[in-house]
């Protein structure tokens, strides 16, 4: 007796010393994909790795929160009022108390959103990693799957440019409480043997707390797919169990998370409720979900970026001829093929329900039966998310959310959890040949590890788009440029210092003004500390319909522009060459002005001071 508990003890012991090595693997040999894939050896951590459209956006309100603290107001643009945010609601918080944490070490706004970018891809392993154990994939080929989900090519398509959507590992832990609500298990409860309070923190209640908390502060759109996939498994599990305890409990945590984005967005609408609406800042349309909705065959299809150019040559004559591309979405070799189980689990599921219960959950009797509730819950991911799918019925009602395509990566988990459940029961086979059955362990170690390796290796070739380093050189020199711009300003300027920037372009999401989008007004205060620019206030209220009605005046009426430019108190007017159609009107309007003082490197941007006695 005495021996059994102490080989038991040195069990329970060895379990807690591997779990945190598990995790630690996947998140070296995710973080090791990346800096190979991202060649981060010769890397400018001040560069970020993109630096057009969104991702512009994206750095500007980095560079306030270094600044001021926070990003829902921002002095220096938007000027002589300056920038308020709080007309175009988010309630992603997460990622700015993340950069505040960051810019406390001193990083630039560039630094920080690299490691910003390079720090999901660890954490998207390590939670993947979480969810396949608790779906019961073995630890070996749970490892390799979890560097296989850092790696997707929906992490590379959404780069920089939607960081905040790059940090998907919330997903997984999301779909480990939907797993839990679609078993009939409880995502609620004490630890046993601990006072009542501090056993909730500790135990399933304070989990489920942390990660609705994560989740509701990392990403509208992620929290929103849990909601309906949630929804839809608690009616499942309520359905197949009747176990009216456990649907409540289901809903308290959809309660939870609903409060959780209502308190991170709770700025926006007090603000909204004391200056009124602003329907301009916002515009968006019903027709837009199916836009921007995905399609089966863009998720088996190869990624656009693939490094094999059949493949690469393949999508894109379908991006290119086929309707609605959307934002590309694709699941890589691995997970499609986890997919395709998935769908063909649901034909049997559905073909054998007239003699079999359809959803044996809580049965871990047969491969079937733990791959029924992955089947379950893709199928309802491909039901909303799909072209004309039930999120087009959702956008009858609100158009908040359009870009269904993004449950692309909640299908790649399911889809991976599919493959490593599958891929184990052929572990299983294998070694179950071996004689005498002392070997069976052995070979399926061997096996597991062949498997991994392979895994891994699949996926790097499939996943990783191959290295351009002429795009990487572009994008520094663009850096450069602008860089030398700005510090030309600084030197002719001095602090506080108003600049008006020709041509007024309306801020966000306008198209495309020439070659120049909304965002590009953003770059000359990317790379100066102490100027004030007229670019990129909210559209909608009146304050900026009085700038865009003074900058479209420039062009009629040069020389009444300047002195209405100067009434306000602006010094200078920078002008964005690439904004019109024919670049020698812009130094034409530069001569009318008074002639520039300053240009860019690279001849984009070309800076004319005011004039006092004008």
């Known amino acids: 007796?005495?021996?059994?508990?102490?080989?038991?003890?040195?069990?329970?012991?060895?379990?807690?010393?591997?779990?945190?090595?598990?995790?630690?693997?996947?998140?070296?040999?995710?973080?090791?994909?990346?800096?190979?894939?991202?060649?981060?050896?010769?890397?400018?951590?001040?560069?970020?790795?993109?630096?057009?459209?969104?991702?512009?956006?994206?750095?500007?309100?980095?560079?306030?929160?270094?600044?001021?603290?926070?990003?829902?107001?921002?002095?220096?643009?938007?000027?002589?009022?300056?920038?308020?945010?709080?007309?175009?609601?988010?309630?992603?918080?997460?990622?700015?108390?993340?950069?505040a944490v960051l810019g406390w070490f001193g990083?630039?706004?560039?630094?920080?959103?690299?490691?910003?970018?390079?720090?999901?891809?660890?954490?998207?392993?390590?939670?993947?990693l979480w969810f396949l154990r608790r779906i019961g994939v073995t630890p070996i080929i749970g490892v390799a799957l979890s560097v296989v989900f850092a790696i997707a090519p929906y992490h590379f398509s959404r780069g920089e440019g939607h960081l905040f959507l790059s940090w998907y590992w919330v997903v997984p832990l999301a779909l480990g409480l939907i797993w839990s609500i679609l078993r009939g298990d409880s995502?609620?409860?004490?630890?046993?043997?601990?006072?009542?309070?501090?056993?909730?923190?500790?135990?399933?209640?304070?989990?489920?707390?942390?990660?609705?908390?994560?989740?509701?502060t990392a990403s509208t759109y992620y929290s929103a797919f849990t909601l309906i996939l949630g929804g839809i498994a608690s009616l499942a599990a309520l359905w197949v169990g009747r176990n009216f305890r456990r649907f409540l409990g289901a809903l308290?945590?959809?309660?939870?998370?609903?409060?959780?984005?209502?308190?991170?967005?709770?700025?926006?609408f007090i603000y909204r409720l004391l200056e009124g609406p602003n329907p301009g800042a916002l515009q968006r349309t019903p027709v837009e979900t199916e836009i921007y909705a995905l399609k089966l065959t863009q998720l088996l299809l190869p990624a656009?970026?693939?490094?094999?150019?059949?493949?690469?040559?393949?999508?894109?004559?379908?991006?290119?001829?086929?309707?609605?591309?959307?934002?590309?979405?694709?699941?890589?070799?691995?997970?499609?093929?986890?997919?395709?189980?998935?769908?063909?689990?649901?034909?049997?599921?559905?073909?054998?329900?007239a003699n079999v219960n359809p959803f044996p959950l809580r049965s871990h009797n047969s491969l079937t039966s733990s791959l029924a509730p992955l089947s379950f819950l893709a199928c309802a991911a491909l039901l909303f998310s799909s072209v004309g799918g039930l999120s087009t019925l959702i956008s009858f009602v609100s158009t908040s959310l359009r870009a269904w395509n993004r449950m692309s990566i909640v299908i790649a988990a399911l889809a991976l959890g599919a493959v490593g459940l599958l891929l184990d029961a052929l572990v299983r086979a294998i070694a179950s040949r071996a004689h005498p059955s002392t070997a069976r362990a052995s070979r399926a170690l061997v096996g597991a590890s062949v498997i991994a390796v392979a895994l891994v290796a699949v996926s790097l070739w499939d996943q990783a788009p191959a290295r351009d380093t002429d795009a990487r050189a572009n994008v520094v020199a663009e850096f450069e440029s602008d860089a030398a711009f700005g510090a030309e300003l600084e030197d002719q300027l001095v602090a506080g210092d108003m600049v008006?920037?020709?041509p007024y372009i309306a801020f966000p999401e306008s198209p495309p003004t020439a070659d120049a989008l909304d965002s590009d007004q953003l770059r000359p205060y990317l790379h100066t500390?102490?100027?004030?620019?007229?670019?990129?206030?909210?559209?909608?209220?009146?304050?900026?319909?009085?700038?865009?009605?003074?900058?479209?005046?420039?062009?009629?009426?040069?020389?009444?522009?300047?002195?209405?430019?100067?009434?306000?108190?602006?010094?200078?007017?920078?002008?964005?060459?690439?904004?019109?159609?024919?670049?020698?009107?812009?130094?034409?309007?530069?001569?009318?002005?008074?002639?520039?003082?300053?240009?860019?490197?690279?001849?984009?941007f070309l800076f004319v001071p005011l004039d006092s006695g004008q």
């Open 187 to 216: 995502v609620w409860g004490a630890r046993e043997g601990m006072p009542r309070g501090l056993g909730h923190a500790l135990g399933r209640s304070g989990g489920t707390v942390a990660i609705l908390v994560l989740l509701g």
């Open 304 to 353: 656009s970026h693939h490094r094999y150019g059949p493949f690469a040559f393949l999508r894109g004559e379908y991006d290119t001829h086929y309707p609605l591309p959307s934002e590309g979405p694709a699941l890589g070799l691995i997970a499609a093929s986890g997919l395709i189980a998935l769908v063909v689990v649901a034909f049997f599921v559905v073909a054998r329900a």
């Open 107 to 128: 990083l630039s706004w560039g630094a920080v959103m690299n490691v910003h970018f390079v720090l999901g891809f660890p954490l998207a392993a390590i939670a993947l």
């Open 500 to 502: 008006f920037q020709l």
């Open 252 to 268: 308290a945590a959809a309660a939870t998370l609903v409060l959780v984005l209502a308190a991170n967005s709770a700025p926006d």
């Open 1 to 99: 007796m005495y021996h059994d508990e102490v080989v038991g003890q040195r069990a329970a012991a060895s379990g807690r010393l591997r779990t945190p090595l598990l995790y630690s693997i996947a998140a070296a040999l995710a973080t090791l994909a990346a800096w190979v894939t991202l060649d981060l050896w010769s890397f400018r951590w001040d560069v970020p790795l993109d630096y057009r459209g969104d991702a512009l956006a994206v750095a500007a309100h980095l560079k306030t929160v270094i600044e001021t603290g926070w990003y829902e107001y921002q002095p220096a643009l938007g000027a002589p009022l300056g920038q308020t945010y709080h007309d175009y609601p988010t309630a992603e918080n997460l990622h700015f108390m993340v950069a």
């Open 529 to 604: 500390s102490h100027l004030r620019f007229s670019g990129a206030g909210i559209r909608g209220r009146d304050a900026e319909g009085e700038l865009a009605e003074l900058g479209a005046s420039a062009i009629v009426n040069p020389q009444e522009f300047a002195k209405n430019s100067q009434a306000i108190g602006f010094v200078g007017v920078a002008i964005d060459t690439a904004a019109f159609d024919d670049r020698a009107v812009a130094a034409t309007l530069a001569d009318e002005l008074g002639g520039v003082s300053a240009t860019s490197p690279d001849g984009r």
